[in-house]
């Protein structure tokens, strides 16, 4: 009983490895569902695959794409993903939506909305897991974004909904993060959460079509202008503002030299790597925040008193200092019984 | 040994009570101290201080006031302030600036960059500590509110160099966040740290005197264009751009009548109230945060294990989860030995 576990990951662990690096897509799909597993020993497992793997990953091009329900994402990454394969790349997109009540079963649903991409096997789709832990979502794509390197696509399309906590973490694990909006004066962007459009390194507005047009063009002039006076993400690149109608295959490939020009402003500069280098470490102090919160919430005495401190702070009965002195003081207690 | 830092600690408790309650500048200034000490037994003390003057605190109007240096927020802030005294208003001006090697003796600087306010019975100028510790300058700061509130302050300005790390925290503290900027089309916001325009609740172009006033107005249109196409801070309120200048006491007005229409606005939505008391949880929240990297940092095992495994992650030789899973076994095995 005791061996068994250690044996079984052990012969895991070397299938998980081959699998994903061979390109197995139903390897590589089991070694995401690894990843995203709650369980202690899944996650134990998960790790080392990861560290396994590690060399082979980094050559892919990184792209968040974010933009609020009704702005025509799925067509946009179907239709640009669909040339991008065209011209020999392999892709894998990734959807995170901690608002969805998703199930594994939504695969289905992400590959109907990208039908394309449902068809071709150069595209790998794969939906967010409905983990609600502090920073899970997160966490789970920015480890299936290293899996899907390792296993050979070379663009990897990070998706979001745009109003959720998820966009500036994943903007933190991008090399290029994109906002796509309609025509309509900032209207559409009520939904979109604040501080957004400050992360883009390009706006595409989409839906740029028949009578749309002249809406599109104004849209463009209005976000550049805004885009102009607020600080840019790099000082190496001014982010553009683009009208696409992915309906139409229309801008698409503008939209992709953009990509490419930015890759390559920012790697004269030499800040492609150091943004890489400095993205793994802030990621590894979030996540390690992250562990520390779920420790926390896990502790029994402290889930069990958090929410009359709160209450008593909210209603400005408690100085919050106090509060968390006596979450401390739990914690140490139950730290020094274990 | 054992009963006198105790029985110090009973008798001061009382004075810092008595003190700050009665208005008592002196004693307040040293309240404040008190709250800026890192030794915990001055940390203890100083909780019990704040919980004690918590019914004293909440009436004041917290405004934060941002800008980079040169846009002129000391004559502002001077000019704005005493504006307000004349009108029978007690002021607090908190100076919020983790970037400056200031000193206690800063406080003489200060002063003098505030000549009017420093001369005057109803206003007290407080600059930043010169903490660097996690969250410590916003923690010390918020607490630096509540005892100038229950000392009898009822307009508390919160000023920031809009190129740190504070001004979430901040905006996270006030009522009202006021973004002060040149004109020039967003050159000078090149220095302003990103995400902070979406955080004003108000844009004041100053400086706008003599061949300056045209190149305001310009000013005015666009930052309002990028306000009107960014999602505001409030459901209930537009934030405006207004032009002023500070030197010529002019606009100084309108200003004032702005932050009061915000806070009618919200008042009558119920925001303001719900706004402070989720500012109070999530305070609460940041402080816990802030309090469990200490410990983590105060870790020795940690601490010195940490740049090894940051290097590591940063260089693509060691999976982030990993490294985290290092460091929580570190923590684990220290409490067990502890």
Known sequence: MARLPI?????????????VLTGDR?????????????KPVHQALAQQVLQKVLPATGAALRIGITGVPGVGKSTLIDQLGSNLIARGHKLAVLAVDPTSPRTGGSI??????????????DAYIRPSPTSGTLGGVAKKTRETIALCE???????IV????????ETSVAQMVDFFCVALLAGGGDELQGIKKGIIELADMIVINKADGDN????????????AALNILTPPSPNWRPPVLAVSALHNQGLDQLWSQVEAHKAALQTSGEFRARR??????????????RLFETLHANRAVSERLPELEDRVRRGRLAPGLAVDELLALIKQQDDHA
Chains 1, 2 share one sequence.
């Open 7 to 19: 044996a079984q990951s052990r012969l895991a662990l070397d299938d998980y490895i081959r699998g």
């Open 26 to 38: 139903a390897m590589l799909a089991r070694a995401i569902t690894l990843v995203e597993s709650a």
């Open 108 to 121: 289905l649903g992400d590959k109907t909305r990208m039908a394309q991409l449902a068809v071709s096997q």
């Open 150 to 156: 390792a296993a050979g696509f070379d663009v990897i």
């Open 159 to 166: 998706e979001t909904v745009g109003v959720g906590q998820s």
């Open 213 to 224: 047009i002249v809406r599109a063009n104004h849209a463009i002039g209005q976000y550049q």
């Open 277 to 290: 280098q400095s993205q793994a470490v802030t990621w590894m102090h979030e996540l390690l925040k992250a």
